[in-house]
């Protein structure tokens, strides 16, 4: 019922900056918020922030807060995660979800495929 593809990864140096976009494709009403996790080669994914679409109220975790601002253009159905001072350790495949807030965690339901990120040294 909700489609998630995500753009905007690449190769950057450290320092640099990074727009990741997620593109939804709704048929019902069922996600009330969006969120991106991450996961590196060998590591359990772990998420990095999350966006309630209708009050705009945000959350992020704790390695990534003051560097990374998740947003959202709802006319457009396309959320965002601008990612600026990033270091080599942000370095993985960030995933897009859709879902809800509960209790202040992001619950995820629905997923993209993914999009690389690479920070050099």
């Known amino acids: 019922q909700v489609q998630l593809v995500e753009s905007g990864g690449g190769l950057v140096q450290a320092g640099g900056s990074l727009r990741l976009s997620c593109a939804a494709s709704?048929?019902?009403?069922?996600?009330?918020?969006m969120g991106w996790f991450r996961q590196a080669p060998g590591k359990e994914r772990e998420f990095v922030a999350a966006i309630n679409l209708s009050s705009g109220n945000t959350y992020y975790a704790d390695s990534v807060k003051g560097r990374f601002t998740i947003s959202r253009d709802n006319a457009k159905n396309t959320g965002y995660l601008q990612m600026n001072s990033l270091k080599p350790e942000d370095t993985a495949v960030y995933y897009c979800a859709a879902g809800e807030i509960p209790r202040f965690v992001f619950r995820p339901r629905y997923w993209g495929q993914g999009t690389q990120v690479t920070v050099a040294s």
């Open positions: 709704i048929r019902t009403s069922s996600s009330y918020a």
